[in-house]
């Protein structure tokens, strides 16, 4: 039997752990975004990774592009939260459990990717970051393989040199990109104990990422120990890795934070900011 990875979200806290009430949930949240424009070929997606009372509707501003699509692999770059995994790490279980079903771990691209990289494999972890992508692409896609990548070094911890972590995993990534092969970064953005303040960063990190400007990004990440994005690395390894593969244009679909969604705008109080992204060729 193949060894599985259980879900750590479903909880109610995260997302429903009841099936029917999960699909019902993604459902909602994909009927409340408009229909999708065409802005070239979609080479990568950003999505953020709170509880989806949180930051599920705005994922789906995501995972809409992908509806009917046919992608067989997808990989998956999102922050290690609560562990120090090194550069790049993946939980060794050959499934990733959901409610809704199990997907396969992708052996060949775990096989490609460490004969460029060294991964740490590790035998269990409590990461959400990926996992809360994992039913949305269930929802999305009929049948794919998953290569599930953490990162433990964010840019706001750790400085600049954290970029060479994110060129070498970004070359070694995008070989593997194909017409048939998604790549999805899983971040959301300043957290922060005011609405103002992540209304202001956010907005900055906006303006800076439709202009797919890389190192003008790197440095606003690297601001005094504050996350202008948790998933800072992870991000501009996919912005890194799909550039290689052509991509030149990057839409922001939708942004927001947890002051929008819950109405509680009060100083003080503990906001974070959550983007929707498409990265295309043109």
């Avoid at 009927?31 to 990568?44: F, K, R, T």
């Avoid at 995994?85 to 460490?114: I, W």
């Avoid at 303040?197 to 601001?223: C, P, R, S």
Wanted: with cysteine.
């Amino acid at each position: 039997m193949p060894s599985v990875r259980p879900s750590v979200c479903a909880d109610d806290r995260w997302y429903p752990s009841d099936a029917a009430q999960l699909r019902f949930l993604l459902d909602e949240f994909f009927a409340n975004v408009p229909s999708a424009q065409s802005s070239g070929e979609l080479v990568a997606l950003i999505a953020p990774h709170a509880g989806y009372r949180f930051s599920g509707q705005t994922a789906a501003y995501s995972y809409t592009h992908i509806q009917g699509a046919d992608y067989q692999r997808v990989v998956v770059i999102g922050p290690s939260h609560f562990a120090d995994y090194g550069a790049q790490a993946m939980n060794r279980a050959e499934m990733y459990e959901t409610p809704l079903g199990a997907v396969a771990v992708d052996a060949k691209l775990v096989s490609a990717l460490t004969a460029q990289v060294p991964i740490n494999f590790v035998a269990y972890d409590r990461e959400h970051s990926l996992e809360m992508q994992v039913p949305f692409l269930q929802r999305q896609l009929k049948n794919f393989t998953l290569l599930p990548v953490m990162m433990s070094h964010p840019f706001y911890h750790f400085g600049v040199l954290v970029r060479n972590e994110c060129e070498t995993l970004s070359h070694a990534l995008a070989p593997l990109l194909d017409a048939n092969t998604l790549l999805v970064a899983s971040s959301d953005l300043s957290h922060l104990h005011s609405y103002d303040a992540v209304t202001y960063f956010d907005q900055g990190f906006e303006n800076l990422i439709v202009e797919y400007n890389i190192g003008a990004l790197i440095d606003y990440m690297v601001n005094e120990g504050e996350p202008r994005a948790c998933g800072d690395m992870a991000i501009i390894t996919t912005l890194m890795a799909a550039q290689l593969r052509g991509a030149n244009k990057i839409r922001v679909l939708h942004r927001t934070n947890s002051g929008e969604v819950t109405g509680i705008k009060e100083p003080g109080q503990y906001t974070v900011g959550y983007m929707a992204a498409g990265i295309y060729k043109t």
